[in-house]
């Protein structure tokens, strides 16, 4: 039985098996995408490669057969940047967006188009949690948000944007005045307190996020109420005064404290605060360079000096955002920001290093050609933009499911298992760094249960195989030349007649959405 060494580590394997059997045995993780244990390797993708020790050329991890002696690297610089030029080679000839262009656009991120189809198929407590994953104060944005998500909606290229924030309004106004509103659930207490200076919609959001991650939070504000400009700044008549309320009460309900008429510099020190808190947070709103300095921190152009992707600022442990920090007025910029300090707060407080969120990894189709903008239409209901007869109504059941069926479904119906995304998170890879010429993005949707996107597949074969495999009498082949390869249907059969038995096990193969689940 051959031994080799993989990063230093022995292992010694059977007769014939591969470079990836043998780090499997050691639990060293190779990135795979054309690979499958149940097909024969077709060393398409070369992602999956690793260095041994006297060849010149990098190697396929999944088809070369270990040889006794044989010193392998799987996790050096040379190993790391080929993996990443295979992916972005992949990404080069690749259509589709993973995330909608909704969701991309949004300031806070939130993945509107899951929200839609939870709506559409009234799974109302789903939408609410997927709401509230991002945006701490739905029922209150759903009223003044300046919209830019529908600025970026798809549907607007056909006729007119999807209603989003009628649709974010409607979920969480449900949720209010159910008898039992939403309420995430908290991981148990980790000893460490936080205080939160400014109660606007920076500090809200922060408390929100980090009370569930396990913090103590206090919130300080000089005002009789929480709120900041949205209780003091916004008309009643834009904002009922009833509804921030109740969306404050129930992040106080998760168990964060509240301190109001408490006004920092007089009665509180930024000293103190950093004395009896393990992180502070300033978000008290638009401040003058005097006030700033006064606690010790950097002024910059906009307010609190702070470091753009972190938010921290100049002294340890205290991190600064909303209009703190940018004289921007914009609620929901301001939620995100609470959103994104939380996360840099919990990676400071947990001891790792503080980076910021993660951006999540995202290709796009950009804009549409006239024949992608009917391929696109299909996927949505014919109905026009449900309107309201006055400015300020929210939908009604009937009105909300008529708006949500519009929606296109234009993310990824893959993006959260697709192999090429995560892959290219994980190695950093850029969609946009080798240029090819964009192919045209299709759909097959003829079968019941499967969708073929094209421009998705990266002519790993695995289809092929399978459904030869399970012995389907139509199946799969590959069509085209050169770049213009692509897995399609033969002559003119439907997908349907192609996949009659492994449509199932074809998905699961599939390393990305090329081929997906429709719904
Ligand atoms: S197939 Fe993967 S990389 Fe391509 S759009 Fe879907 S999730 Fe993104
Ligand atoms: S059509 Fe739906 S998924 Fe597409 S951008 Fe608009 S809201 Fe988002
Ligand atoms: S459609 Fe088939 S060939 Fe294309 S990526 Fe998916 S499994 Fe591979
Ligand atoms: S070449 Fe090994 S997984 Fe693709």
Redesign the pocket.
């Given at each position: 039985m051959p031994k080799l060494t993989i990063d230093n580590r022995e292992v010694e394997v059977a007769d014939g098996a591969t470079i990836l059997d043998a780090a499997g045995k050691l639990g060293i993780e190779i990135p795979t995408l054309?690979f499958l244990e149940v097909c024969k390797p077709s060393t398409s993708c070369m992602v999956c490669v690793v260095k041994v020790e006297g060849l010149v050329s990098l190697v396929p991890a999944c088809a070369t057969i270990v040889r006794d002696g044989m010193q392998v690297e799987s996790d050096c610089n040379q190993v790391h940047e080929a993996r990443k030029a295979a992916l972005e080679l992949l990404l080069s000839d690749h259509l589709g967006d993973c995330l909608g262009p909704c969701h991309t656009i949004c300031p806070a991120q939130m993945n509107i188009p899951l929200m839609i189809r939870q709506i559409a198929a009234e799974k109302l407590s789903d939408a609410i949690a997927t709401v509230k994953e991002d945006i701490a104060l739905p029922a209150v944005l759903g009223r003044i948000c300046p919209k830019p998500c529908e600025r970026g909606c798809r549907r607007a290229a056909i006729d007119e944007a999807v209603s989003i924030c009628l649709l974010k309004r409607y979920v969480a106004d449900v949720d209010l005045q159910s008898a039992r509103p939403y309420s995430p659930t908290c991981k148990p207490g980790r000893d460490k307190r936080v205080a939160i200076v400014g109660a606007g919609p920076a500090g809200l959001a922060t408390g929100y996020y980090l009370q569930q991650a396990g913090y103590g939070c206090t919130i300080f504000d000089d005002h009789e109420k929480p709120g900041g400009m949205l209780q003091y700044g916004v008309p009643e008549q834009e904002l009922p005064r009833y509804v921030l309320d109740n969306e404050i009460a129930l992040i106080e309900k998760l168990g964060v404290k509240f301190l109001c008429k408490t006004r920092i510099g007089d009665m509180l020190s930024m000293e103190s605060l950093r004395r009896d808190f393990d992180a502070v947070f300033v978000a008290t709103g638009a401040l003058e360079t005097a006030d700033v300095e006064s606690m010790g921190l950097k002024a910059g152009s906009k307010g609190i000096a702070m470091d753009g992707k972190t938010y921290q600022t100049n002294l340890p442990g205290v991190f600064a955002g909303g209009d703190a920090v940018h004289k921007r007025k914009l609620a929901i910029r301001a939620v995100a920001d609470g959103k994104e300090a939380a996360a840099s707060i919990d990676q400071y407080l947990s001891g790792q290093p503080v980076t910021g969120p993660a951006k999540p990894f995202n290709t796009r189709i950009g804009k549409l050609k006239d024949d992608e903008k009917e391929t696109f239409a299909a996927c949505g209901s014919e109905s026009p933009r449900v309107t309201l007869p006055e400015q300020g109504d929210g939908f009604t059941d009937e009105q909300a499911r008529i708006e949500a069926a519009r929606c296109l479904h234009c993310d990824c119906r893959k993006a959260d298992d697709c192999k090429l995304r995560q892959h290219s998170q994980s190695y950093q890879a850029r969609a946009g760094r080798y240029k090819g010429d964009r192919r045209s993005f299709t759909q097959q949707v003829q079968h019941p249960e499967v969708i073929?996107e094209s421009g998705?597949?990266?002519?790993?074969?695995?289809?092929?195989q399978i459904a030869a495999e399970a012995g389907e009498k139509i199946g799969?082949t590959f069509v085209g030349r050169g770049f213009d390869v692509r897995?399609a249907v033969p002559f003119d059969y439907s997908m349907a007649q192609a996949l009659e038995r492994a449509a199932g096990k074809?998905v699961a193969?599939?390393?990305?959405g090329?081929?997906a689940f429709t719904g």
């Open positions: 054309c073929y998705k597949c990266i002519d790993c074969g695995l289809c092929v799969l897995v074809c193969a599939c390393p990305t090329a081929l």
